[in-house]
């Protein structure tokens, strides 16, 4: 199974900008896609953004279009989410999975089958 690890959290004022990485251990992300999401204190765990690891292909959740952007490093076998334009209501903590299914981007949290630990995001006003 693959190991997920993720960094890059932190506090920063609203506007600025943070990156998001998501290391795998254990194995390759091939054949997997990866997705981010997100859990705010008291909701539900959302799904943010996500990427086929083979063809590249991205999706984004509505309330982060336009402004996070997600990418992975082959050689590195890492996934970024870069965030711009943060604000206060993107404060959570994110989370890195895998799904084993890769030939489309899933956005249910259900199905994802591994994941990281999480890194906490801070955004003040």
């Known amino acids: 199974q693959v190991q997920l690890v993720e960094s890059g959290g932190g506090l920063v004022q609203a506007g600025g900008s943070l990156r998001l990485s998501c290391a795998a251990s254990g194995r390759s992300f091939s054949s997997y896609t990866i997705g981010w999401f997100r859990q705010a204190p008291g909701k539900e765990r959302e799904f943010v953004a996500g990427i086929r690891w083979s063809g590249g292909n991205t999706a984004y959740g509505d309330s982060v279009k336009g402004r996070f952007t997600i990418s992975r490093d082959t050689a590195k076998n890492t996934v970024y989410l870069q965030m711009n334009s943060l604000k206060p209501e993107d404060t959570a903590v994110y989370y890195c999975?895998?799904?084993?299914?890769?030939?489309?981007?899933?956005?249910?949290?259900?199905?994802?089958?591994?994941w990281g630990q999480g890194t906490q995001v801070t955004v003040s006003s």
């Open positions: 999975a895998a799904d084993r299914v890769d030939f489309v981007v899933r956005t249910l949290t259900a199905v994802y089958d591994y």
